[in-house]
């Protein structure tokens, strides 16, 4: 979905409640502040604290910077992030913010909230991303892990983008957490969002119906790579829907069908119904068992999915219909 515009600035700088020590305040704007060379991985995360020891280590060899803003967490996640950083070597590499406001949850409350309010997707968007001090992003979320290949990939681009107009766009499918050696990944719905984005004030966030998106002009290019390139954690034994206001807010709306496959499935999964899947109209869903003394995520990233068929890397250029994003 293309959001065209020049000077973005819905949902920054002041906000409602008049929170100064909140107040959004971009490097751009600042007197003499210039970015610098290299990208910054973001992540707005609430209690990710398990998944983080996968999430983060292929974020730092990937990119210059992390910047992990924790929204009010109870499970220790900072703490962990800390902790990862520091057992990996890469405590220089790692910023940890705290913002402490509810965030309207996906759906009818994000609708109802203004983009200028603490408690927007739209404002606490763009508040982690102010904290940016590279010329180029990543947005990523806390429960999203790289494969090796593709983090060579990123690696390389990270260098190369700051500086153009140009997008990434990242495969993501997601993989279903029954155990430590057992797993489901999902690819009949494959999801490629983008997710890098060049730092400037044509590429802020904005109000969407659902969510958040983030703004970038008409003739931007975009970059896409391999299916394959990550997995969406989701672990059977949590509430991986606590962000959305409520089911129904993605019963019968075509821009949620993902969201809408990845609940059905996920309840299907969570009683025990793999055996049952393809007659739900679940096809290209794979239970995958690791090897003894591999974690299953491990055993995915590194091997079941470097070795899948996938797509060749290729470029998207001005003009050709992008996926919408969730």
Known sequence: MTVSTGSTTEGSSTNVEGREDFRVSWPWEQPGRRLKPGTTSVLRVKNEARSLPWVLPPLFRATQAVVLVDNQSDDGTPEVARQ????????????????????SRCGPEHLGTRADSVHSLVYFYNWSFAHVETAYSLKWDGDMVLTEDAEGLIHDLSWQLPGKDVIVRVPRHSLYVESDRVAYLDLGLPNVEAYGYPMGPAYTHVKAFEWEL??????VE???????ASLELKWLDSDEFAHWTAPEAFADNFRTAR?????ELFTALGRGEWADLERQGFAHVHRIESPDGQHVIDHVTREWLPHADRDVFYAHRPGEKEASQT
Do not use: Q, T
Not at 259 to 263: D, L
């Open 84 to 103: 990862v950083a520091r057992e990996h070597g890469f405590e220089d590499l790692l910023r940890v913010f705290e913002y402490p406001f509810d965030v």
């Open 214 to 219: 983030r703004a970038y002009p008409e003739d």
């Open 222 to 228: 975009f970059v896409r790579l391999p299916d394959g």
């Open 259 to 263: 969201k809408r496959r990845e609940y």
